[in-house]
């Protein structure tokens, strides 16, 4: 089919499109209305529908393959691997849904899941979908003042979480960091819920804390219904970061979400049920909920949760789960590859891959010299998709499910259906013409999937999101970027203080409120610099209280160690600067805001720009002497 038709008539005839993508998914109630966009920006969507995300991902399947592969559990870090036939997922998910409803969890309540990349993080998913509670997953990586925030905004009944992780051979406690977070918090939850992998001790506290295993064994024969949800009840609340230190809870919802997922699947991914897919990213990021857990099984096919590096034991290991596993599609971030490449090519080539069909890259800019490599050694279309977390699935890419377009080296492609994709021009609010920069921007309403809102907090989300131009109320992705003359995108950077670190979203306000409850640090600006594999780091520069401290090499590299360690322990190691500077002065303009943008253009070696503000230009000579030490 022609793909500007397709996409012409999703943005003409929104009900009409969406309603035949509708199809794509059980419904046990039928809707009353497409859409109802009566309070833009707020859009609902197949409003009195009721379906269930677990039903579409699990149950629906039992009938037609109840025996084939669903959910693959690998860990080359417990050399563990497990296979789960849909039977057998929708068995765990039911005794996980017990134990959940015997620890009084009930529909609309919320369950924060801190898990590491094992199938009982699904299988909690899953449940959460399953009842109706509200899931919250949190990274992982992320540490306990970043965990503790997130407790206080979502008020979760129950934690589900795990002694540890492990990564590169050695265990990562998460038992300890949800004590302290728990402690930090003003909110309590009622219970956690633990996964004793036997990786690191846990002191359980009475009352609070609940074994799995223990749990799971009374409620071998559960049988939990599905709870029919109408399609905007909540589904799951995901925080992101922004401009502002408080990360945002992006809330989803049930049947617009699940329509986007199994369209994505057809016309994006291509996924057939039987087949297997295979996400290298972590639940904890929305790549995770879209497709590691819910797209590919709502698809029907099995997916692959991966616990580990891509080079451990050597970086030949994930092609070899492409080959055991006969994986059709595969999901990655650019920086994965940056990190294969480095190293030899034989590893890979080992492998029957004749299996993969495309690969899909995503979460950060993907550069023409890493594309090509990957695409020269696998021999597949190599497919950039653009999205966020608040969009749950594509913006740009090219639907090969549609038509076979081509690929445009640099971009992510064109504009998905659904998205009414504008190049906005951020002084005027005009529209920019081909290849002139300016803000990505989306003509309202978006389509399904998409968030609801913010979590809580209607207000911040049409602030934040919806009263960015002069002329209209866009949805401003915060991205700054070009569409040439057929309609194809590049992407140039964000417009905010976000940053991005081998595909994860950090704020710098974040990490720079961290490392200010430094005794010793009196200001700090944080800023992401330009990185060969990682796309960006962030690089700090701080003031100190006793400048005297920092005067000896040693000093200062004590310093710099204290000010990482506070940083690993609040936010976790994900956001911990490559470097901390010392500085006597920050860049800032008359009015004393921080120039972040300069210290950015100083650390990359390029020109710091506009600086007709700048209240005292020596402090960049500051900035630029630390960086030669
Ligand atoms: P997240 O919400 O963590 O998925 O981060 C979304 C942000 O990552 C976007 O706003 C972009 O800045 C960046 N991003 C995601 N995918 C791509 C891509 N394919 N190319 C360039 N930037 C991307």
Redesign the pocket.
């Known amino acids: 089919m022609n793909y500007q038709k397709f996409y012409q008539a999703s943005i003409q005839e929104p009900e009409t499109f969406w309603a035949e993508q509708a199809r794509l998914i059980d419904w046990k109630v039928p809707y009353t209305q497409v859409l109802d966009h009566s309070k833009p920006p707020f859009a609902k969507w197949f409003v009195g529908g009721e379906t269930n995300l677990c039903y579409n991902a699990v149950d629906r399947w039992l009938e037609t393959q109840a025996d084939k592969a669903a959910l693959i559990a690998i860990s080359t870090e417990t050399n563990s691997e497990k296979t789960y036939s849909f039977a057998e997922l929708h068995t765990e998910v039911q005794r996980m849904a017990a134990i959940m409803l015997s620890l009084g969890v009930k529909q609309g309540d919320r369950v924060l899941i801190y898990m590491p990349m094992i199938a009982e993080a699904a299988f909690a998913m899953l449940a959460c979908a399953r009842i109706g509670a509200v899931h919250s997953v949190v990274f992982g990586g992320f540490a306990s003042k970043s965990l503790a925030t997130r407790i206080d905004d979502a008020k979760p009944v129950l934690v589900v979480s795990a002694d540890a992780g492990m990564r590169g051979g050695k265990a990562v406690p998460y038992k300890p960091l949800l004590d302290e977070a728990i402690a930090l918090a003003e909110y309590q939850p009622q219970h956690v819920l633990l996964v004793n992998r036997g990786l690191d001790a846990m002191k359980l506290q009475q009352g609070r804390d609940v074994d799995y295993a223990s749990a799971r064994a009374q409620h071998m024969d559960a049988q939990v219904p599905v709870t029919w949800l109408e399609s905007n009840a909540m589904s799951y609340v995901l925080y992101?970061?922004g401009t502002t230190g408080k990360p945002k809870g992006v809330q989803r919802d049930v049947g617009g979400y699940a329509v986007a997922l199994a369209s994505s699947m057809k016309n994006i991914f291509c996924g057939n049920p039987g087949e297997t897919y295979f996400a290298t990213s972590d639940i904890g990021?929305?790549?995770g909920h879209s497709y590691i857990v819910y797209g590919p099984l709502i698809a029907g096919m099995a997916t692959i949760m991966y616990e580990g590096t891509p080079i451990r034991p050597d970086a030949g290991i994930w092609w070899s789960i492409v080959e055991k596993y006969k994986v059709t599609r595969m999901f990655s971030a650019?920086t994965a590859i940056r990190v294969l490449k480095k190293h030899p090519p034989e590893l890979m080539r080992k492998y029957d891959l004749s299996s993969l069909k495309s690969l899909f890259?995503?979460?950060?800019?993907?550069d023409e010299t890493t594309s090509s490599w990957i695409a020269e050694e696998l021999g597949v279309p190599i497919i950039?998709?653009?999205?966020?977390?608040?969009t749950g699935w594509p913006i740009?890419s090219v639907a090969r499910g549609v038509e076979a377009k081509a690929t445009r080296l640099g971009s992510?492609g064109v504009a998905m259906y659904g998205y009414n994709v504008h190049i906005i021009n951020e002084a005027t609010g005009e529209e920019c013409g081909p290849n002139e920069k300016g803000v990505v921007a989306i003509k309202g309403p978006l389509p399904p999937g998409c968030m609801q809102t913010v979590y809580g907090d209607d207000q911040r989300f049409v602030q934040t999101y919806w009263s960015n131009f002069a002329h209209e109320q866009l949805y401003s992705?915060?991205?700054w970027g070009i569409r040439d003359a057929d309609g194809y995108y590049f992407?140039l950077?964000?417009t905010d203080d976000?940053i991005?670190v081998a595909?994860?979203?950090l704020g710098t306000r974040e990490i720079e409120e961290s490392i200010s409850s430094h005794p010793e640090i009196s200001e700090v600006a944080v800023v992401g610099v330009e990185d060969k594999l990682k796309g960006q780091v962030a690089v700090a520069f701080a003031i100190l209280k006793h400048p005297a401290l920092a005067e000896t090499p040693e000093g200062s590299k004590a310093l710099e160690a204290a000010v990482m360690a506070v940083v690993d322990k609040q936010l976790g190691a994900v956001a911990r600067p490559a470097r901390v500077h010392f500085v006597g002065m920050l860049p800032k303009t008359r009015s004393g805001k921080l120039l972040r943008r300069s210290i950015q253009a100083i650390c990359e070696g390029r020109d710091a720009g506009d600086l007709t503000t700048i209240e005292d230009p020596s402090s960049l000579q500051q900035i630029k002497a630390a960086l030669s030490h």
């Open positions: 992101t970061s990021w929305v790549v650019p890259l995503a979460g950060e800019p993907l950039d998709n653009y999205w966020q977390t608040e740009l992510p992705t915060f991205d992407i950077g964000r976000v991005n595909g994860h979203r």
